[in-house]
Every structure is written in C-alpha cells, then in structure tokens.
C-alpha cells in the first residue's frame, strides 16, 4: 500500500495533527492531487485561521465550495471551503424544523444564537455535519477535511456520538416535556436556586433557554438520526484518516497520542506523512573525517556543515521510527523540508510532486 493507493480508495480523507505541522497544507495537496488524477475534490478546513486560504493563494474562504481555477487541461475539478459554524446548524434547523414558523422561533432565539457560535463541542459537530453532506448530498469524487490541531480533531471524531447521548440523556428529556419539564421543575421545587443564577446570568437568559427547549421539541430524532449517519460514515473502508507530524520529538509524542486514540475508537491510520524532513545527503562517506581531513580549509567548512546535517537527519529518523513501527503497514511518506514557502496553485503544485514522489512503503 502507497500514499497514492490511499487517495485513490478513499471518498473521504481527515487529515490529522498538531498545529504546526503543515497538516493544511497537506490536506490541499492531497485534494490537488486527486483532482490532477482526474477527481472532483474539495478541501474544508475546520480552523478558523486563514492558512487554507493562504496556500491556495486566495484572499478567503466561505461556508460554500469555491471552485479553484487554473488545473491543467483535462485534470478534474478542486474545490476549496472553511466551515462556518453557525450558518451550518442554521441549516440543520431549516431541514428539522416542522415549518418555517418554528424555524423562525429558534433562529430568532438569543439562546440558540449564543450556542450555535460558542457552547462547546458545536463547532465539532457542525463539522462532521458539513462532511457529511459534502461527502453522501454532493457529487464530489474526494472529500478531504482539515481538522483542528490533535486534541480538537478528536472533538471532531467523537462528536456525533456525544450528541445522540445527550439527546438520550434523561436530563434533556426532563428539558423537553412541556408540562413537567423546567417549567413545573422552577415553579416547584427549584425556585430558589433560579433567583440565584438569574442574579449571575439574568433572568431573560432563562427565558430564552426555556423558550429554546420548547421550540426545539419535535426535532431531536431527525439530529439523532443525522448523528448516527455522520458517524456511520467515518467509519466506513473508503474513510481514511492519514496522520500528519513533523519530525521532532514532542510532535512525534502528540502523534503518538492521537494514534492510540484512534485505536481506541477502532480506527485505523491508513498513512502517515512526516512533513519537513532534514535531507541526509548520502551517507557513503562519514562527514566527521572528511570535515576532520580538510579542517581549517574552506572544504573543511562545508564538510562540517554536511556532518551537522545528517548528525541532524539521524535523529529525526530515530523520532520517526517508533510512530512508524507502531503504525505498521500503514506506508510512511517522508517530505523533505522544501526551499520555498507554499502561498499559490504553482508551488502547491511543487510541493505535491515532493510528497508523492517521495512516497515510500517501508518502515525509515
């Protein structure tokens, strides 16, 4: 199995890693990739930050696929789009609403409108939501998600799950009953501790949260339903999530702890992509003695030089080999570090001829 195997099987690719990494720009090389092969692909990436946009070399992204111009002829179509939280749960209550007058009251409501942009655990949600639809109601070959650095990303992954448990969970369903839920709950036998989180939150708060439940009623199946869909489709074979790291030791200790995670979740990593590599230059001859041979020369200079970088490169191998081994078959694409900085179509181009030309299947 190769890095090339990988894109070709998969319909859906997420890109995990910590932050720094180039896991953004990976994930656009990878959806160029495919779309070079022939594919419609889309890239979405779930940070806020503009680095999807920066290495497409456009001025910004929206909640909706822009088109990429400027493939070769007879390549396929990329697309490119970063999530925007809210207007994405504005459409899941247009689809669940019952009719428009309650999917007014919940748009309108000042609750929903704080928790669609800030409760936690939303924007995670509404992530795999987009992926979902972008993956099962679209006509895109290839869906390639950028996830948050590690520990969001596994927001990301456990999100659905979470929301059909809280809308099992007793405690919702005693906020949903009309008549005996909060409201018969506040007047009876919690009045006193209402006055006191009024004094903190206020009590048109309250209201609006009261109000948010009772408009929401009728609604939850068709999102437990949706949940379960979502989460069905990560774990389908043509899902693949591919591990990105660089080759230090503290990202290398955070790859490992996302791949056990994953494991926990029976989730298997397809490849692992280690961005930045120090080059090795060859090894036939051992730079400390040539670098000792010629010393107080300008030679010797540049021997010594050459001895620092594969001093340099032996250890990145080192931090790699543990993770690749662990990883095992998944195949492991080293990316040496490049001399230009990815900020258009052009060298992100340069960049996936690297990625995928370096694309090896044994362990380093």
Same mark, same amino acid.
């Given at each position: ?7 070709? $099987?998969?319909?859906?690719? =997420? ?24 594919? *419609? ?5 779930? +940070?806020?930050?503009?680095?999807? !946009?920066?290495?497409?070399? %456009? ?12 493939? #070769?002829? @007879?390549? @396929? &179509? ?5 999530? +925007?939280? *809210?207007?994405?749960?504005?459409? %899941? ?25 800030? /409760?936690?655990?939303?924007? &995670? ?5 987009? %992926? ?15 996830? #948050? ?9 456990e999100a659905p799950r979470r929301l059909a448990k809280f809308? +099992? ?7 949903? /009953? #009309? ?21 903190? =939150? @206020? ?13 929401f009623e009728g609604m939850e199946q068709g999102f437990k ?11 389908? #074979? ?10 230090? !030791? ?15 979740? *029976? ?10 590599? $120090? ?22 200079? $540049?021997? $010594? ?24 078959? !998944? ?20 960049? @996936? ?6 694309? =090896?299947?044994?362990?380093?």
């Open positions: 199995m190769s890095l090339e195997s990988v894109v070709a $099987q998969s319909n859906v690719i =997420v890109c995990c890693g910590s932050g720094g990494v180039g896991k953004t720009t990976t994930a656009a090389v990878i959806a160029l990739h495919a779309a070079l092969q022939g594919r *419609k692909t889309v890239v979405v990436t779930i +940070d806020p930050a503009r680095r999807l !946009a920066d290495a497409l070399g %456009l001025d910004g992204l929206t909640n909706e696929p822009a088109q990429i111009p400027g493939l #070769p002829e @007879g390549s @396929g &179509e990329m697309w490119a789009m970063m999530l +925007d939280t *809210k207007a994405t749960f504005d459409g %899941l209550v247009r689809r669940y609403a019952a009719d428009s007058n309650q999917t007014e009251q919940i748009l309108e409501n000042s609750f929903y409108r704080n928790i669609s942009t800030s /409760l936690s655990g939303t924007q &995670e949600y509404m992530a795999s939501e987009k %992926l979902y639809e972008l993956a099962i109601e679209s006509d895109y070959d290839l869906v390639v998600v950028d996830t #948050p650095p590690t520990r969001n990303a596994l927001d990301f992954l809308l +099992d969970h007793r405690i919702y369903k005693v906020l949903m /009953l #009309p008549t005996r839920g909060i409201v018969k709950a506040v007047n009876v036998a919690a009045q006193t501790l209402l006055r006191s989180i009024s004094k903190v =939150v @206020g009590t048109e708060v309250i209201a609006d949260a009261i109000a948010f439940f009772g408009a339903e949706r949940a379960a869909e979502v989460d069905s489709l990560l774990s389908q #074979p043509d899902t693949a999530f591919i591990l990105i790291a660089s080759p230090h !030791a503290d990202t290398m200790a955070e790859a490992q702890f996302f791949a056990a995670r994953l494991r926990e979740l *029976k989730i298997t990593v397809r490849a692992l992509i280690i961005n930045r590599m $120090q080059p090795s230059f060859g090894d036939n001859h051992s730079p400390e003695d040539l670098a000792e041979r010629y010393a107080g020369t300008p030679l010797g200079e $540049q021997y $010594q030089c050459l001895a620092e970088a594969q001093h340099l490169a032996r250890g990145e191998q080192k931090h790699l080999l543990g993770l690749a081994q662990e990883l095992a078959p !998944a195949p492991v694409v080293q990316v040496p570090v490049q001399a230009f900085e990815v900020s258009n179509m052009a060298t992100l181009q340069l960049l @996936g001829q690297a990625m995928f030309d370096t694309d =090896v299947t044994s362990e380093p």
